[in-house]
């Protein structure tokens, strides 16, 4: 069927933001809009979060209700207004050959829409994405200026503003291009009939087109299946859990590929792959990689909400892969000074058992949101001669607990995640150490739940 390719540029941003699509004669403006929309990090695809417009020749064509109603008859900016679900773009694009596309009259973003051809062999009744360049955009972000500040806080963990912008952008579904994952989307924007009997396809999955990838995708096919269950192993072991985008964002900047969403889900679905990620305590869960305590414990949702808006930490490859073994953990000097007071206090003969202490309390406190319960469940192995005893093993708890890589830090220490906040400001402790006797069944405990220590870690 006739179709046009058009490239859609981003007016008045650096470095160039651009998409090529196509998509059957017969689109009206509104599902032009639609489409670029899908394509972007814009929110309006079906409902009008905000208004566009397109001036072309003598028309001011837009879906802006006040405008239409308040100029219904009328000339505005000395153009006629006409309604943007009953002006088709065939006419328009074919004869200018470009025009502009206004979003968000307050962002006021400028969308170059360029004919870049006509076919005659696409067969499909909703648009296609075939290619794309750049991080489009987030919402309402105050235009090509606000945008430009915007990526200096977004890229730089160093700025005061950078957390609570890394936190915004996540709410405004601020994400890489993943192309099959936006064809995928696109098929809502259907206005014609798919012409079945020229695309290769089986059950109505596509097989091969010039146009569009294969719904059926060859898993023998996908290069480094072997390195993608390693990175989600490793991905699972370190952030607990992690969506597709980041997953994909991670190991295709990593590894110079272009591994998409599709193929991701070909090998993680598949049933031998599917077995070795399980093994490796990861597992599949939709569009996210989950680990096994996430996937079978109670506190995911709570996990979810601790994580959101919080930036991942991104070790280099090396390191990110030294995850794949479930048990590793970065060693610091205050695991080394705590181990040392164990093995004076507690354990002088026995390296092996301080080593499980070391790893069964870095372990939880990794994984667990829950910090009150991981330092009740450590000192309630011990007896401590005092008070002071129990506060000194407290503070060096704390300092480990600072110096974690947490699940619901992405990865992030307690204290990498200050530093971002005020560089000047030292990490954090809700304990202060107390000189005194030999702790008392009816004291607080040391361990600040705020209960007594018979009813705590004294029990």
């Known amino acids: 069927m006739k179709?046009?390719?058009?490239?859609?540029?981003?007016?008045?941003?650096?470095?160039?933001i651009w998409r090529s699509v196509i998509l059957p004669a017969g689109?009206?403006?509104?599902?032009?809009?639609?489409?670029?929309?899908?394509?972007?990090?814009?929110?309006?695809?079906?409902?009008?979060?905000?208004?566009?417009?397109?001036?072309?020749?003598?028309?001011?064509?837009?879906?802006?209700?006040?405008?239409?109603?308040?100029?219904?008859?009328?000339?505005?900016?000395?153009?006629?207004?006409?309604?943007?679900?009953r002006i088709k773009i065939d006419n328009y694009i074919e004869n200018n050959e470009h025009f502009t596309y206004s979003y968000d009259f307050g962002d006021d973003w400028k969308i170059r829409v360029e004919l870049e051809g006509i076919v005659d062999d696409y067969?499909?009744?909703?648009?296609?994405?075939?290619?794309?360049?750049?991080?489009?955009?987030?919402?309402?972000?105050?235009?090509?200026?606000?945008?430009?500040?915007?990526?200096?806080?977004?890229?730089?963990?160093?700025?005061?503003d950078y957390l609570s912008t890394y936190r915004w952008a996540e709410s405004q579904s601020f994400l890489p291009l993943d192309i099959a994952d936006v064809n995928d989307s696109l098929k809502i924007v259907k206005y014609k009939k798919t012409e079945w009997e020229s695309v290769h396809h089986l059950n109505y999955n596509v097989i091969s087109d010039k146009y569009r990838d294969s719904?059926?995708?060859?898993?023998?096919?996908?290069?480094?299946?072997?390195?993608?269950?390693?990175?989600?192993?490793?991905?699972g072991n370190l952030y607990g859990i992690i969506e597709y985008p980041k997953f994909m964002e991670i190991y295709n900047t990593q590894n110079k590929t272009s591994l998409t969403s599709k193929e991701l889900m070909t090998v993680l679905n598949d049933s031998s792959y599917n077995n070795r990620l399980n093994k490796g305590f990861a597992y599949n869960n939709y569009r996210e990689i989950i680990h096994e305590t996430v996937e079978y414990g109670l506190e995911n949702d709570e996990l979810r909400y601790e994580v959101h808006g919080k930036p991942y930490y991104v070790p280099v490859k090396t390191e990110l892969l030294r995850y794949v073994d479930d048990a590793y953990y970065e060693k610091t000097i205050h695991q080394r000074n705590l181990a040392a007071m164990l093995k004076k206090d507690f354990f002088p003969n026995n390296t092996q058992v301080i080593k499980d202490e070391m790893d069964e309390l870095v372990g939880e406190l990794q994984n667990d949101v829950n910090f009150q319960e991981v330092v009740k469940a450590f000192l309630g192995r011990f007896e401590f001669i005092d008070m002071k005893q129990a506060n000194e093993y407290m503070q060096a708890v704390m300092k480990i607990a600072n110096t974690t890589r947490l699940w619901e830090n992405r990865g992030h220490t307690p204290d990498e995640l200050l530093q971002m906040v005020s560089p000047n400001l030292k990490?954090?402790?809700?304990?202060?150490?107390?000189?005194?006797g030999k702790v008392g069944r009816n004291?607080?405990?040391?361990?600040?739940?705020?209960?007594?220590?018979?009813?705590c870690c004294g029990k």
Not at 427 to 436: A, F, K, R, S, Y
């Open 215 to 235: 719904d059926v995708i060859d898993i023998d096919a996908i290069p480094n299946k072997d390195l993608i269950i390693q990175y989600a192993i490793a991905c």
């Open 3 to 16: 179709s046009y390719k058009l490239k859609l540029i981003f007016e008045d941003i650096a470095p160039t």
């Open 427 to 436: 990490p954090l402790t809700p304990l202060q150490v107390i000189d005194g």
């Open 27 to 85: 689109a009206t403006f509104n599902r032009l809009h639609e489409t670029i929309q899908y394509v972007t990090n814009f929110q309006s695809e079906m409902e009008p979060y905000h208004y566009f417009a397109v001036e072309i020749d003598d028309l001011f064509i837009t879906n802006n209700d006040n405008i239409l109603e308040e100029y219904k008859g009328k000339r505005f900016l000395n153009k006629l207004v006409k309604q943007s679900n």
């Open 443 to 455: 004291d607080p405990c040391p361990c600040g739940s705020g209960k007594k220590y018979k009813k």
């Open 123 to 160: 067969y499909f009744g909703y648009p296609t994405l075939l290619d794309g360049q750049g991080m489009a955009p987030p919402e309402d972000v105050g235009g090509p200026p606000g945008y430009e500040e915007f990526l200096k806080m977004y890229n730089d963990p160093t700025h005061p």
